[in-house]
């Protein structure tokens, strides 16, 4: 996750710039808009000149990329469409105190940086671990107001399905509550609104072949005939999907005892059978993946060039090698990264997200790739600053002025309805 960056300094997006007018003027003045470089979304990593066209009344405006609006003609979801999602956000007022708002800073894992970091944790409302600020606020994901929103956000952009982060009943990540309690509401929600749900299982403590067959019994048993879960065709059954994050932390062999039709632990062709999408970081996983007896993988990151899997030029490569095993290859597109307020060492690894041209970028790539699944991330990761739910201006915050809090909202409609076309 990449450090924030902080915006001390006026910049392109919140400059005044007055055009004045005159009889016999041009109709378009371009203008030089230093940009100054400590703000991510303005600037690259040192400051330079860039173009910027203002215009005049009755000219015709400049070129922004492309958006639609709710009076567009109607978009369906569409279910091969997923979004990482997360339901660890806690409020003083719901749940009696900040949960993951309130993110401390990580201490810095790179030994050769030897330079001083924040090491506090962030004092919501005012101020938050994100270097975005959310237009509904530091809610709380348990708010049935908050999961009514983000379902009706998802069902405009054209998302057909969340990927909602999952730890085993009663446990949790360090900074959150147990996301299985909530399960249950995100479901029937987004069955309400013509959505499906997917597990993310998270790397929880003790987490082994032997012991995610009893979770994925659980899962099945506690969740398997609701409406909601997605379920996928493989040969003549229709199978709940399950990502498995940071899967390659155990090695091809263990994961072959539970993925393997001859396995000691095998769920394959029992009742508990369901498609497997390991998380791919570097080239030799798509190896492992296949010894494995994974169905397919995935590339999470936003951040292009943090990992193999998450480089774009690479994906058309891993489509074909999936192609060629009959693996599903779910490519990971996302906004933009930036992670400074809880990683403040990790500037290196954020990606401006240049008003949209970075997750055109990336869902380019992921098309030319020809996957039948795309995956974004993601809905609300606001610590990663990899989000599309809405982000509003605030002093010492970034936003996606002058486009507006919808804006990746909107261009994910676009792109999910190029997708559709294909």
Known sequence: M??????YAPCRRRATLPVLAAAGAVSALALLVYTWAGCPDCAPSVARPEPRVLTSPGSRPPPRPPTERATDAPLAVNHNVHVFY???YGSVAVDGEWRHWDHPYLPNWR???KRMYPTSAHEPPGDISSNYYPALGCYSSRDPAIIRAHMQQLKDSGVGTLVVSWYPPGMADP??????????ELLDAAHAHGLKVAVHVEPYRGRSPASLAEQVRYLVLQYGTHPALLRMARGPRSLPVLYVYDSYLLPAAAWRELLSPRGNLSLRGTPFDAVFLALLVDVRHKYEVKQAHFDGFYTYFASDGFTYGSTW???RGLGKFARQHDLLFVPSVGPGYVDTQVRPWNAGSTRHRQRGRYYGAAWRSALAARARIISITSFNEWHEGTQIEPAVPRPNYLDYEPEGALFYLNLTRSWVREFSRK
């Open 2 to 7: 990449p450090a924030l960056r902080r915006c």
């Open 175 to 184: 900074e959150g509550s147990p996301p299985d309690a909530v399960l249950p």
């Open 313 to 315: 030029k690479n994906w």
């Open 86 to 88: 997360y339901a660890w």
């Open 111 to 113: 030994r050769e940086d």
